[in-house]
Nanobody, 124 residues
Framework: QVQLVESGGGLVQAGGSLRLSCAGS????????FGWFRQAPGKEREFVAV????????RYADSVKDRFTISKDSAKNTAYLQMNSLRPEDTAVYYC?????????????????WGQGTQVTVSS
């Protein structure tokens, strides 16, 4: 049974930084992508970043490019999202997810497993 557990969320002032972690378990098949998504109140869940199974390819939403960095530790089945220069509009619940088809996709429908989410709140 695949489980994803996010951690690292919290309250931070604008301009600050946070590092989110996503620990995966039950991932016996090694070819999968890690994605990060977020959902603000009253809004749809949106793509933030994805890293390919090899770590060689990453993609970012335009809104976070040059501020956020996705990475992974394959040995630990863990993905990270380093978030710098945070803005109030980054406030949301952040979810990690796994795409077993490894398409480096920004589409939520491609993702097979999801974590429970971690709250990120950025104050102005």
């Amino acid at each position: 049974q695949v489980q994803l557990v996010e951690s690292g969320g919290g309250l931070v002032q604008a301009g600050g930084s946070l590092r989110l972690s996503c620990a995966g378990s039950g991932l016996t098949y090694k070819v999968y992508d890690f994605g990060w998504f977020r959902q603000a109140p009253g809004k749809e869940r949106e793509f933030v970043a994805v890293i390919s199974w090899s770590g060689a390819r990453t993609r970012y939403a335009d809104s976070v490019k040059d501020r956020f960095t996705i990475s992974k530790d394959s040995a630990k089945n863990t993905a990270y999202l380093q978030m710098n220069s945070l803005r109030p509009e980054d406030t949301a619940v952040y979810y990690c997810a796994v795409d077993m088809s490894a398409t480096t996709s920004s589409d939520t429908r491609r993702y097979n497993y999801w974590g429970q989410g971690t709250q990120v709140t950025v104050s102005s």
